[in-house]
């Protein structure tokens, strides 16, 4: 039998591919109780993933499709340059750092070619590969399981490679920020390996075009607040400058 976590993550997933669950299919498929799955769905509508309704749960508005690496690189990328010149900026010679997957974090990587002595991990194969042309760097990298839509390593073996390690600091992409789900994205072993990285790192600086506020995907990787940096556009609503401020986070914003 599922656990209760492992039970959300699945029903997460038959969420985002029809949209809507029901109790009594949801009930059967998991050979549990109706009233456990009431209880799954009401959990899941508190943190804001899926929205209640008579006998199941729909998705909520704002709730984002996933795209591939290959569309990802091709949108929004003026503005990616720009947040990773900021982002670059935030990384000091010396530091050790972690890049998650990403294109964004892909074009930070291309910015830390003047950077000396950094020690950077990441679990994207796209970013390892951007690093790789960099001399005065130590690239470290999770391996584990390549996820192929999305370029990145992910399992127990990655996670295992963070075990007895820590950094300064972890730079994220996001799939969605919003200020009741956090920060979230498609994958629940990518979310999973992402917490990892925050516990491991003493700041976390998330790097995210304006676009992302508001949107939510299946997977939480961290509360909004346990955010140290946000690097966005002029973009962002005003709800979430005034989140930010009170959270005591700091927040750039570049000039397209």
Known sequence: MLSSIERHNEILRLASKTGKVSVDELAHLYSV???????????????GLLVRSRGGAILPTGFIKELSIGQKQTKNQAIKQQLATEAAKLIFDGDAIILDSGTTTEEIALQL????????????????????QIVDIEIMVTGGTLRQKSLSFFDDKAES????????????????????AGITTHFAQEASLNR???????????VTDSSKF??????????????????????IPAEYKKAFTLAGIQLIIVDE
């Open 161 to 180: 490679s963070l075990q007895h390690c820590h950094f300064d600091k972890v730079i994220l992409g996001v799939d969605g920020f919003d200020l009741a």
């Open 33 to 47: 109780s109706t009233v456990t799955i009431r209880n799954d769905l009401n959990s899941l509508d508190n943190k």
């Open 113 to 132: 070619c003047k950077h000396k002595q950094l020690k950077v991990l990441t679990n994207g194969l796209n970013v390892a590969a951007k690093l790789a």
């Open 214 to 235: 508001g949107k939510r995907s299946c997977y939480i990787v961290q509360a909004y607040n346990k955010v140290s940096t946000v690097i966005t556009d002029k973009g």
């Open 196 to 206: 990892l990285m925050c516990e491991k790192s003493s700041q976390i600086i998330v």
